[in-house]
Nanobody, 122 residues
């Protein structure tokens, strides 16, 4: 199995910045896609950004130009640099990955982290 551990959440004023990190560990053979979703109270979980193993990225329209996703393939780590934060960015941010396991090569499974709270408020 795969475990994802997120860090870097917290509280910040509007216009501020935060950097989220997420490390995957376990019986990993390879990881195709890593990324971030978020869920605000009373709202469904939504895509924030994803990045593939060849560095192809995808962003939600609401974060384009403000957030940057990157990854360290050797260490199964994904980052989310969040700048110019707005109150509407307040949510629990969840890391995910699509991984092949050493004993199940040829199949990809999606795993999720436990979530980290980001609060943007003055």
């Amino acid at each position: 199995q795969v475990q994802l551990v997120e860090s870097g959440g917290g509280s910040v004023q509007p216009g501020g910045s935060l950097r989220l990190s997420c490390v995957a560990s376990g019986s990993i053979f390879s990881i195709k896609t890593m990324g971030w979703y978020r869920q605000a109270p009373g709202k469904p979980r939504e895509l924030v950004a994803t990045i593939t193993d060849d560095s192809s990225t995808n962003y939600a329209e609401s974060v384009k130009g403000r957030f940057t996703i990157s990854r360290d393939n050797a260490n199964y780590t994904v980052y989310l640099q969040m700048n110019s934060l707005k109150p509407e960015d307040t949510a629990v941010y969840y890391c995910h990955c699509d991984a092949q396991l050493r004993l199940r090569i040829g199949y990809y499974f999606r795993y999720w982290g436990q979530g980290t709270q980001v609060t943007v408020s003055s």
